[in-house]
């Protein structure tokens, strides 16, 4: 869908000097930029990270947890989210940043898990044929 919108100059300079520097697109640049703020405006303790394959995941702000793994150990600890913050060793708060981000964007976290699963599996066989390799 196509929206006109008026930036400041710098603004604009910027956006063209990463789109540059990234060589993606200047729209392409600016509806990650402004989809993650939105985003990060509604969660704010959750930021974004490039990941495997480029795509960017979720991420708990000050940790390293994504929020797929978080959203797991969550399941694996039936829902509770103190277990959960004491497995992961982290304020409580962390774990229901994380839940609140999954709930409204529940189909993008799962991608991200299933995704990681992929390249994990793909992984482990690299693995076992190196070693069969060298047996």
């Known amino acids: 869908m196509q929206r006109s919108f008026r930036l400041s100059r ?10 540059t520097a990234t060589g993606r697109s200047r729209n392409s640049l600016a509806e ?20 495997a ?6 991420l ?3 940790t390293r947890l994504y ?14 989210a103190e277990q959960t913050a004491e497995d992961f060793g982290v304020a409580p708060q962390l774990i229901k940043a994380a839940l609140a981000y999954y709930a409204d964007f529940a189909d993008e976290i799962n ?17 076992e044929r190196q070693q069969r390799a060298i047996a």
């Open 67 to 80: 929020v797929y793994h978080v959203i797991s150990t969550l399941r694996g600890n039936d829902g509770d």
């Open 60 to 62: 708990v702000v000050g």
């Open 32 to 51: 990650r930029l402004l989809g993650e703020a939105i985003r990060t405006e509604a969660h704010p303790l959750i930021r974004f990270q490039p990941g």
């Open 10 to 19: 710098r603004t604009l300079e910027l956006l063209d000097e990463m789109a």
């Open 111 to 127: 991608e991200d898990a299933a995704v990681a699963a992929r390249l994990e599996d793909e992984e482990r066989a690299r693995w």
């Open 53 to 58: 394959l480029g795509r960017r995941r979720a």
